[in-house]
């Protein structure tokens, strides 16, 4: 299994339009960083979790030219916008097998079919994504081998999912995870998880929070991501070298790791 991380920034991106502070103006291109989605490769079969505003510039960047299916955590813009880019995954796809399956829960599935109805409309050969919608609420194999498990974690007062993809965990917007996903969480050896910033935040975690669910969960490896423009990647990196438990990592768009 490959992960590649297509962004590891925030609602607003990194940098953020108009601001003048140090991570902002920095040359380090590590802070740099799109809105959140990876990119999950097994068995040559590809998962995109999340369609952030940005897929377009991430496809491009990545070189990306395949997805086989997608996985949503949430409905938040910055999660979804990028729907429409899809139908180039489409184009490239054969004529016989072009269907994307998407993949959320029910309230997300409706939500998505609601806001971009023209997509789930009767099919012609129109400029749009062709797109099967599936509502998900416990574990399934998309693949041989490959098993999905939706992790349900609280993004402030709202319940979404995070994902268990065989021993690899995504848990992005999440500010608290209930006891039931933890058991869920058990085993598994790379997490990926929400550290927004050094302060506390009323719809994620703080790197202290996002640090003290990892050593609950207790990954060989956990890499940080949805970080603000307020964390300096070469700070927290320095910070991560200190921890001497567990493995903590800094994401950056771009990066990758197999498991």
Known sequence: MKIL???????????????????????????????????????NFDILIDTSPDLRTQALKFNLKNIDAVLYTHTHADHIFGIDDLRMFNYIKKKDNKFIPVYGSEQSIEFIKNKFDYIFKEKTESSKPYLIANTIK???????????TPVPVFHGKNLI???????????????????????????????????LRFDTHGTHLSIEQAV??????????????????????????????????????????GLSFEL
């Open 5 to 43: 991380v297509l962004g590891c920034g925030t609602s607003t991106g990194v940098p953020l339009i108009g601001c003048k502070c140090s991570v902002c103006t920095s040359s380090n291109l590590k802070n740099k960083r799109l809105r959140p989605s990876i990119l999950i490769s097994v068995n």
């Open 138 to 148: 416990n574990s399934f194999e998309i693949q041989p081998q490959v098993t999905i």
């Open 212 to 253: 003290a669910a990892s050593e609950k969960i207790k990954p060989a490896r956990t890499y940080f991501t949805h970080m603000g423009h307020n964390v300096d990647y070469d700070e927290i990196a320095e910070i991560c070298s200190c921890k001497s438990k567990q493995a903590f990592i800094p994401s950056y768009d």
């Open 161 to 195: 999912y995070g994902y268990r993809i065989n021993d690899f965990a995504y848990i992005t917007d999440v500010s608290s995870i209930p006891e039931p996903s933890f058991d869920l969480l058990k085993g598994v050896n790379a997490l990926m998880i929400d550290a």
